[in-house]
């Protein structure tokens, strides 16, 4: 039978850190740290196998199987404690909580002072001496056991307890009395009684059963299932169960709970231990937000007190440090960060409670950071020795580096911006938005399109949602580990918290601060860097790559055999590509140049004759426009079109030309892939009625004939239409136009490299036609410019499926093959690209498509055509060079499957560029790691 539980405690452990999978990382981490010797509280874990049964088999048949196995453990743990559950005079509490093998923070289910009943409050108190402290744990343990088990609405509990404290006068709830905190107690009976239709239970073993069967439960609760969709958390059995013997930190002035990162989770600074606590408190109280917490050192603390205006002597009388307060704590405190960074050698987030003035362990886990934090503990910790480069590498996530990538505010125009309040920095970077004040009106907002910022009193999970699609997060509550913080951090976006000087009504949707009113569409600022929140937009710039960020980038290119290059169309793009350490372009999409200033002019004068160029080549029997020319000279209209034809190109020419100088400057001679026309001709002409009338004019023709060509044009699946190498069959006059200016443009710009290709071609007859078109102009410049050498590649995209699997034809007639993996998806799945997003998301939720296959190539079946495609092509060319510049070139998981078919580079837009290389060289340190290279396979390196 498997074994569901695992004890740890009293210096030994079942388990260890390597079982987070079946332990949960809690589990797997309190298993670690008890064997380490450090000061843990014993208990048992249920595994997430138990709670896999829970689902499988029911719970009924799961609690059959696991409750001897419980009932064993519990026994083990009065020996270790000598304590007893349930009974006096020495009671065991315990704390169930839950705990998967992803940490999903405050999404699931937690009981706390489970084995209080009347027998071990009397037996409590007598050994306590603290009537009160018994009284209101036993009040807390019955809100939760109501609200988190048995579904007590918790306002209900709230308005009881604030009946009572009326009654009394009482404005917080340590005011109150034993006699109160009792009617309270009485209150909270009833109210459970009356929900529950039954008695509080008193039965310890039930209590047990109960709130290991709500923590399983709390597996699937709405919020903790938009949470791992929303993190793309998959594949886990479900949580654990950690029962564990309670500690108390709100026994009185020797006690305190705190929660602390070994490094600042925002910045990966560690020039102090960072963290907060507060004195007298239980965990909840610290991340509640609803007291001011107090920093671990003295320097941190100091720190604070500067940054919120609180002078030296409040600060100590008010605020005191930990290392002040409890200096013996805060040494065995620090000697354990120590102790902790060097055993996990990473960043950890650990939580601790002080029960009269004894430190205990609560939890160790992998802090999460912010990606700026992640660059630069990876950074620091490659030089501190503490880690391998290759580990520097794997430890930061190249997605996130999206918020390394992305502009900051410009800090002219911060500073002349109206700052009106002062938080946290909780979450770096800048966001600028219009207010909105609630989690639903933030998702109705992002739905139309509109940029949002959430203000929030404070955040709840159930703010989940509205959280993910605001820019930005403002709180007017809570510190640097309230919920708002560590899930901003954990999204990646920009959050001030406990901006105390907010005052937000939520009934009124509006939000007065430092005098000013601000109603919900509102635009603000916020810098989540420096915890500043001002009035109005701010303009930004982009951001430094310098330091960390440079020193983890050097290392991905020490590590990856993959190349990188850009998609980008103009020197700008370009320039700014190089700056992210592109190593050329994959691609240029010579079309988005025609819709520049006056060339569409030119290009539509191109168009309105083009049927007419191709019916006169079809009558005259002739394929050169040269030849058409000599055989219509007596017909006064075709000479009139060719002249169109013909000039339309001309003036084209000379901008093409201009376009490809800049862009090879801005390569400094990197290679640079440029493709020739590609969209349907009607996606460059107007489709409404105003648009056909301007050109009309300008083109001096009757509406009518605008919007007939118009029609003409018109195509039931213009994708699979007239466009791509198609178009330059029919027009091989423009596929030589772009032809001559790229080769042009290369002469000009000294060390240029030049690569030509044509676009969606399916057969290798349509690529070796325009091939010809393409040789016979290099051929023609270069005579006409007296060059003797120029390198210029030509190699085609495979967006067909029919290319990929006849590559090794088509290889015959390419220097390089680009995989166009939108295109190859759209023919290869048969989804529209400009359709399936209607349904799939539905198809991602449904697991009929494990990922959006536009976002996240599909290997086994898109990915399937690439590896034919390039196994194919390598065969009949074995130094064929090979691509990417689909949209998947810059996402992680298809550069890693570029990377693995053997990919010479991968080509995405200029800001995916560095996540691109980290990808890469992961990819490359997991294949090293994960096994021997495959047979056949020789190792890479870049070309
Ligand atoms: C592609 O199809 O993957 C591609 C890069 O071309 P486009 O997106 O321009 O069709
Ligand atoms: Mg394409």
């Known amino acids: 039978m498997a074994k569901y539980v695992y004890f740890f405690g009293g210096g030994s452990s079942e388990g260890k850190a390597q079982m987070k999978a079946l332990l949960g990382g809690k589990g797997a981490n309190l298993a670690e740290m008890a064997s380490l010797g450090l000061p843990v509280p014993p208990g048992f874990t249920l595994t997430t196998e138990a709670c896999a049964q829970y689902y499988k088999a029911g719970k009924k048949k799961l609690f059959e199987t696991i409750m001897p196995e419980v009932r064993k453990h519990l026994g083990k743990l009065e020996k270790t404690t000598g304590k007893s559950f349930g009974k006096g005079p020495n009671p065991l509490l315990l704390s169930v909580r839950s705990g998967a093998a992803v940490s999903m923070p405050g999404m699931m289910d937690t009981v706390l002072n489970l084995g209080l009943n009347p027998e071990t409050l009397d037996a409590l108190i007598k050994q306590s001496g603290d009537e009160r402290f018994v009284w209101d744990a036993y009040r807390r343990f019955i809100q939760m056991f109501g609200d988190v088990v048995m579904g007590v609405p918790h306002h209900d509990f709230e308005h009881a307890l604030d009946s009572v404290k009326k009654k009394y006068g009482r404005k917080l709830d340590t005011e109150l009395t034993t006699e109160e905190l009792k009617e309270v107690v009485a209150q909270y009976k009833k109210l459970y009684r009356k929900h529950t239709k039954k008695a509080f239970p008193n039965d310890p073993m039930e209590q047990l059963k109960a709130g290991i069967d709500a923590v399983f439960g709390s597996w699937n609760n709405p919020r903790a299932i938009k949470y791992r969709q929303l993190h793309d958390i998959r594949g886990l059995l ?191 970077g800048a966001a600028t938005g219009q207010l909105v004040f609630s989690a639903d009106e933030a998702e109705i907002w992002a739905e139309m399109g509109k940029t949002v910022i959430l203000a929030r009193i404070e955040t709840s999970p159930e703010d989940i949602g509205g959280m993910a699609v605001a820019k930005g997060i403002l709180t007017a509550r809570g510190g640097m580990t309230s919920h708002a913080a560590v899930v901003a951090r954990g999204m990646g976006k920009c959050c001030v918290a406990g901006a105390g000087d907010c005052v937000i009504d939520y009934k009124a949707k509006a939000m007065k601060v430092a005098g000013v009113t601000l109603k919900e569409g509102d635009w603000i600022s916020l810098n989540g860097s420096a915890g500043a929140l001002y009035k109005g937009r701010i303009d930004t710039i982009d951001p430094k790559l310098s330091g960390p960020f440079g020193t983890i980038m050097k290392l991905a290119d020490k590590y990856r055999n993959l190349g990188v290059r850009t998609n980008a169309d103009t020197p700008h793009d370009a320039a700014i590509a190089v700056k992210f350490g592109a190593e050329g372009i994959g691609l240029t999409r010579t079309e988005h140049m025609f819709f520049e200033g006056d060339r569409i002019v030119s290009f539509r004068r191109l168009i309105l004759v083009a049927e007419t160029i191709k019916q006169l080549k079809k009558k005259h029997d002739v394929e050169k426009i040269g030849a058409l020319e000599k055989a219509v000279k007596k017909d006064r209209k075709a000479v009139a079109a060719v002249k169109q034809y013909k000039q339309a190109l001309a003036e084209l020419l000379p901008l093409q030309r201009k376009d490809f100088e800049g862009i090879f400057k801005a390569l400094k001679g990197r290679p640079c892939t440029v493709r020739l026309l590609d969209p349907p001709l009607h996606e460059f002409l107007p489709h409404d009625e105003a648009g056909q009338k301007e050109m009309a004019k300008q083109m001096k023709v009757k509406p009518a004939d605008v919007k007939a060509l118009v029609e003409s044009l018109h195509e039931f699946n213009p994708m699979l239409g007239h466009r791509g190498c198609r178009l330059g069959i029919t027009y091989p006059e423009v596929t030589a136009m772009q032809a001559r200016a790229i080769v042009e443009a290369a002469i000009k710009v000294k060390g240029s490299r030049p690569e030509i290709m044509i676009p969606l071609a399916g057969s290798v007859t349509e690529l070796a036609d325009q091939k010809k078109v393409v040789l016979e102009t290099i051929e023609e410049v270069k005579a006409r410019k007296k060059v003797k050498k120029l390198d210029v590649l030509i190699g085609t995209m495979i967006e067909v499926p029919r290319a990929a699997v006849t590559a090794d034809e088509i290889a015959k007639e390419a220097d390089f093959f680009s995989f166009g993996t939108n295109d190859l998806t759209q023919m290869g799945c048969g989804f529209s690209r400009d359709d399936a997003g209607k349904f799939l998301g539905e198809y991602v939720a449904k697991g009929i498509y494990e990922y959006d296959p536009f976002q996240v190539l599909d290997r086994a079946g898109v990915g399937k055509l690439v590896d034919i495609a390039c196994k194919l092509g390598r065969k009949a060319r074995p130094k064929i060079k090979l691509g990417i510049c689909g949209e998947h070139g810059g996402e992680p998981k298809s550069v890693e499957f570029c990377h693995t078919v053997g990919l010479d580079y991968v080509s995405c837009s200029p800001y995916r560029v560095p996540i691109a290389r980290l990808a890469a060289a992961r990819a490359a340190i997991m294949e090293k790691r994960s096994s021997k290279p495959k047979a056949g396979k020789k190792s890479r390196k870049r070309k």
């Open 238 to 428: 479900g949580t654990a169960v950690n029962v564990q013997t309670m500690v108390f930190g709100n026994m009185g002035g020797d006690c305190g709970t705190g929660v602390a990162f070994t490094r600042d989770p925002s910045t990966g600074e560690h020039r102090y231990f960072y963290g907060e606590y507060l004195l007298n408190a239980q965990g909840e109280d610290v991340v509640a937000g609803t007291r001011t917490p107090q920093q671990i050192t003295l320097k941190g603390s100091r720190e604070w007190a500067k940054s919120a205006g609180v002078g030296e002597a409040e600060r100590k009388g008010s605020y005191p440090s930990l290392e002040e307060t409890m200096p013996r704590c805060f040494k065995e405190l620090d000697q354990i960060r120590v102790k902790l960074e060097k055993h996990y050698r990473d960043m950890q987030d650990v939580e601790f409670t002080i029960e009269r003035g004894t430190l205990y362990m609560l939890q160790t886990r992998t802090g999460k950071r912010t990606a700026p934090a992640a660059v630069k503990i990876a950074a620091d910790m490659v030089k501190e020795k503490l880690i391998t480069e290759e580990e520097g590498v794997l430890r930061v996530d190249p997605q996130s580096l999206d918020q390394l990538l992305h502009p900051v505010f410009d800090p002219e125009s911060e500073r002349a911006a109206k700052q009106l309040a002062t938080g946290l920095p909780a979450s770096p």
